[in-house]
């Protein structure tokens, strides 16, 4: 009778010793609560520091050039040239003498109506023809030249010669329109072929008028 009580005491301490064994790691233990919220996962890619993007580049722009293969037009001189049964013309590129557009265009008209163009190339423009006066406006360009501009030669000289003109006073602006005057009045008709001047004239409606 003695040995079960102690045996049942020892059974009684054992269970208690499990007891606050349980107890002693719960408390240990954080739980969470409002006061200890959950970690946030950051879902930002990782840095590569061992291929930064280059200096002044935004890694975040991926925006292409939009005109990759763009070209400024440049300031250029128009000749023509002998093709045998026609004329054709020659552009000529000339470095920029002067800063503003019309600066650069009346550069462009003084080699045309004072220089002589090189080998295999001409001019139909009469000598003597001088530029009076140059104004580029919102809707074109005013070319005034002088009354040497209207004389000799036949209708592929003449046609030439408006050529040579209008595609130098639009090689800064292909698309721009020419207004052509003779000592400051409207140039409508040319010599004596009767040669019909548009007003103002583009590079599209010369193609279709006329066949150099």
Excluded at 33 to 52: R, T
Excluded at 53 to 82: A, F, M
């Amino acid at each position: 009778m003695v040995k079960q009580m102690i045996w049942t005491r020892r059974v009684w301490q054992g269970l208690g010793t499990v007891a606050l064994a349980i107890a002693f790691t719960t408390a240990c233990t954080e739980m969470p609560n409002g006061n200890n919220p959950p970690p946030v996962v950051n879902e930002q890619p990782p840095v590569d520091n061992n291929n930064p993007p280059p200096d002044g580049e935004d890694p975040t722009d991926n925006n292409p050039d939009s005109n990759p293969g763009e070209t400024t037009p440049q300031p250029t001189v128009y000749w023509l040239k002998d093709e045998g049964d026609r004329l054709a013309l020659a552009p000529v590129e000339v470095t920029p003498t002067a800063e503003t557009p019309t600066g650069q265009l009346e550069s462009l008209f003084t080699q045309l109506l004072t220089e002589t163009p090189g080998d295999s190339l001409s001019s139909t423009i009469p000598p003597g023809t001088e530029l009076l006066s140059l104004i580029i406006q919102g809707d074109g360009i005013v070319v005034n030249l002088s009354e040497e501009f209207q004389f000799g030669g036949g209708s592929a000289s003449m046609i030439g010669r408006v050529a040579q003109v209008l595609y130098t006073a639009t090689s800064l602006d292909p698309t721009a329109a020419v207004w052509f005057q003779i000592e400051g009045e409207p140039l409508e008709v040319l010599g004596g072929e009767g040669l019909e001047i548009a007003q103002p004239m583009t590079r599209d409606i010369f193609t279709t008028d006329f066949d150099l």
